[in-house]
């Protein structure tokens, strides 16, 4: 049976944080990072297909953040609005909450050290990453580029369950230089509370981002959902479908222009776990007829031009990098890369990511259709973590 799957795999990321009327959960916070990662994302990218992992973005900054010090500290710190000394057994507790087998809907999380044979880490960092995020520590020979890319790429296709077969490639890695590759994945497989039968789902038109009609296989159910209609503060509305999963702890959230002719990339920028919580005090469960294509997406994001962006610079630049609680060595991040794939179907949703440091009439019950661009979340309703985001301009 087809289901949901969501990995992803996350490298180096920071943001400014945005004010809320009630102070924000870590998830929120590390989610929020994420967020503005993606914001940076689709603004090079307004008619493209965009998928990220938030919180997979943000675990990575928090596996290395008991590395950094000096300014390079402060730099993920300011990002993740996280507190000066660390909330270690916040992160704890959360990777525990994300992953608790009464979620229902199966959330598997991994975390891992790929360093070079004989790199002396602190144990201290070792032993953070261990109690935080259950982190495996592997040494390997990045003079044997190819080998060591393998030894990666095996590992995160495992833990993907096969959806990311590939991160990285042996060109990425310095066979004289690279002393670490810090890798997050995660991996969701749920079923929808309310699946779609396979007989409902017919060719419709989809008006793509480019303005193109195209003929699309869109699903199509009568149930009850959650729908509600939002605004920006400029005034412009936007409509949003909660999709809940069968544990009832995850679900999709879908994000749609109220009008036809707005863009959706005038309604991304304000996205926010402070947004997305307010959504829940404007949606109400009606009856609808919701039709809404069947899609795979999958990208590759560069993450260092979003996160110098966002003011997390001196991770990357030799002689400014400061890491000295990582290794007495010094070290800078070479690259920050995220890879994700997405299937929606009638069943549930299949996604992964990687990222590595080296998304009326009142006779009858009203049709939703999501016929143009659209935003989806997947979010971890207890934390408010935003598991995956993405944007589709062409399923």
Known sequence: MKRLSVLCLCALVTAYGHKASQAPSYAERGSDLGIQVFQQVVRSKPLENVVLSPHGVASILGMLL????????KQ???????????????????????????????????NAMFSQDGFPMEEAFVTAN????????????????????????????NKTKGHIPSL????????????????DAIYFKGLWKSCFQPEDTKMRPFTG?????????????LSVFSIGIAATPQG???KVIELPYHGNTVSM???????????????????????VHGWTKLMSARKVRLLIPKFTVDAEVDLEASLSALGITDMFIEGKADFRHLSAEPVHVSKALQKAKVVVDEDGTKAAAATTAILLARSSPPWVSVDRPFLFLIRH?????????GQINQP
């Open 168 to 183: 990285i490639k042996a060109d990425m890695l310095d066979p004289a230089l690279t002393r670490l590759v810090a890798v």
């Open 209 to 221: 981002g480019n303005g193109e009609v195209l003929k699309v296989p869109m699903m199509s159910q």
């Open 130 to 157: 261990k109690a935080n995020f259950q982190c495996e520590s592997r040494s390997l020979d990045f003079g044997d580029p190819r080998g060591a890319a393998d030894e990666i790429n095996k590992w995160v296709g």
């Open 76 to 110: 993920v710190l300011n990002g993740l609005r996280y507190k000066k000394n660390g909330p270690y057994r916040m992160l704890k507790k959360l990777h525990k909450t994300l992953t608790a087998k009464s979620n229902q809907d199966v959330v598997l999380i991994a």
């Open 236 to 238: 412009l509305k936007y």
């Open 381 to 389: 309703k207890p934390t408010g973590a935003v598991l995956f985001m």
């Open 66 to 73: 008991p590395g950094a010090h000096g300014d390079t500290r």
């Open 253 to 275: 959230l879908i994000v749609l222009p109220a009008e036809e002719d707005t863009p959706l990339s005038r309604v991304i920028p304000h996205i926010s776990t402070a947004a």
